[in-house]
């Protein structure tokens, strides 16, 4: 029997270990996906610049789309990311409570024994519930991450935002940047 318990239990524990190698992974991917829009986002903004200046119109538009569909991934992977935090704040919460339970219901033997009263099948019907409730949280956290895993592929292949006056002042910054930099070049060049 205690074969079969330790079995279990050790099941129980490799299977945790796991889903927590599986959630730090997702949250690694994300945060590497994030880091990498970020630097995609930059690159962009630099080149829409160039085209706008350069009075290129088909460029500049294509350079748009991409942009647009770059801030999209990041700004939905950011949310994801937000998600999973959450999930896991409440599966923490969910071991605590089961953690709190199994101590009151030791508390409460104990207590029983020293004063020779004790309702064992309601704090053992409680217990019970929160173990139930506790392995569902689990059970939608498992699903989540699977989710999370697949919405990371969708994201991938999302291209649909609009164009706002921040991205477009921003790329008129960048753009503000360069004509400054020929301005002082050029300046240099004349006092030669």
């Known amino acids: ?37 970020e630097g995609k986002e930059k690159e962009l903004i630099v080149k ?9 119109t088909a460029e500049y538009n294509q350079t748009l789309i991409f942009l647009k569909m770059i801030i999209a991934r990041k700004e939905k992977s ?28 030791i508390l409460s033997k104990e207590t029983a024994k020293l004063f ?7 704090m053992l019907k409680e217990q019970q519930r929160m173990a139930i409730e506790s392995e569902k949280t689990r059970s939608q956290l498992d699903m989540f991450l699977e989710q999370a895993d697949s919405t990371f592929e969708d994201i991938q292949n999302s291209d649909n935002i609009e164009i706002d ?13 360069v004509d400054v930099s020929i301005d002082e070049e050029m300046a240099k060049f004349n006092s030669l």
């Open 116 to 122: 020779g009263q004790f309702d064992y099948k309601k």
């Open 78 to 105: 950011k949310h994801m990311l937000h998600q999973i935090t959450l999930q896991e704040l409440l599966r923490t919460e969910a071991s605590n409570t089961k953690e709190f339970n199994e101590s009151m219901v």
């Open 165 to 177: 006056s921040e991205l477009q002042a921003r790329i008129d910054a960048q753009l503000s940047e």
């Open 48 to 56: 829409a610049a160039e085209a706008k200046r350069n009075k290129m």
């Open 1 to 37: 029997m205690e074969g079969k318990v330790s079995m279990i239990l050790k099941s129980k524990q490799t299977r945790e270990l796991e889903n927590n190698m599986k959630l730090r992974q997702t949250k690694k991917k994300f945060q590497k996906f994030i880091t990498e829009c």
